[in-house]
């Protein structure tokens, strides 16, 4: 399997911190943002390879990393190719899903793939996620059941039927039908990689990766792992500066 981190974004909401540097190479205690993903990666045992795609400004930080990264010896099991997209302003970003296109054109992926936003932080044990996809045999996503109305608006809100499998998905709905959210962490089977191709040539929207998943689900059964545990999204300078707080504290007791 291959694993692909979405960290092509400039972050602005994150200024003055993400001016000059990428938002998933913030520290969040004494581990960076992408790195609680790679021991996340590293413990399911199922991914070889590891894709960052980022932009053109950010590029030399990610590239400078990961050869740090890869001299420590800290992943053993996977290697780490930094892929530039060749953006370089928040205005002229690819988005998401096109990045995810732009690596499967120019790096020939045909395996299995999981595909994360760089700058969350799970705190469940990804193995069970993989086990979950090769139980369903099938693309999976996850969903997180939340009570926040407000916070569900502003999310990507996934319905789920009986058996696990998407029923319907909006992003940012006016009037939610249901109380998940989907975080960005999937898997697709390497079957279906062609279909983002196929998205994109229909002049979808290109840019949150859940728009993929409102169309893929109708094509093709996708199945949703319900994770209860907390998770982190990084999205503001107030939020990083909570989380901050929060590992802090944590890290006393």
């Known amino acids: 399997m291959k694993a692909l981190i979405l960290a092509a974004g400039y972050a602005t909401r994150l ?22 993903l790679l ?7 199922a991914i070889d390879d590891v894709f960052i795609v980022t932009n053109e400004k950010f590029y030399p930080h990610f590239h400078e ?23 370089s302003s928040n205005e002229t970003r690819l988005g998401a899903i096109a990045d995810i296109q732009f690596v499967l054109d120019h790096h020939q992926i045909h395996d299995d793939l999981l595909i ?6 799970f705190q469940f044990d990804l193995p069970r996620f993989f086990k979950f ?7 999976i996503i996850l969903a997180h059941p939340i009570d926040n109305e ?10 789920v039927g009986d ?25 697709f089977k390497r079957e279906h990689l062609h279909l983002f191709r196929d998205y ?12 993929f998943v409102a169309w893929l689900h109708k094509i093709v059964p996708v199945y949703a792992f319900v994770m209860p545990e907390h998770y982190y999204d990084i999205g503001t300078l107030e939020m990083y500066n909570e989380v901050c707080r929060q590992f802090e504290e944590y890290t006393k007791e």
């Open 15 to 36: 200024y003055p911190l993400t001016k000059d540097r990428p938002k998933p190479l913030l520290k969040i205690g004494d581990k960076t943002i992408v790195d609680y």
């Open 39 to 45: 021991s996340g990666f590293v413990e399911m045992g």
């Open 65 to 87: 990393w990961a050869e740090r990264t890869q001299k420590s010896g800290r992943y053993p099991n996977y290697n780490l190719h930094i892929v530039n997209d060749r953006t």
């Open 116 to 121: 994360a936003a760089g700058d969350n932080i």
């Open 133 to 139: 996809f090769r139980e369903k045999k099938s693309d």
């Open 150 to 159: 407000e916070r569900l608006r502003s999310a990507g809100v996934v319905e």
């Open 163 to 187: 058996d696990g499998r998407v029923i319907g998905f909006e992003e940012k709905p006016a009037n939610p039908r249901s109380r998940f959210i989907a975080p960005a962490l999937y898997i």
């Open 200 to 211: 994109l040539n229909m002049e979808n929207p290109a840019d949150a990766p859940g728009s």
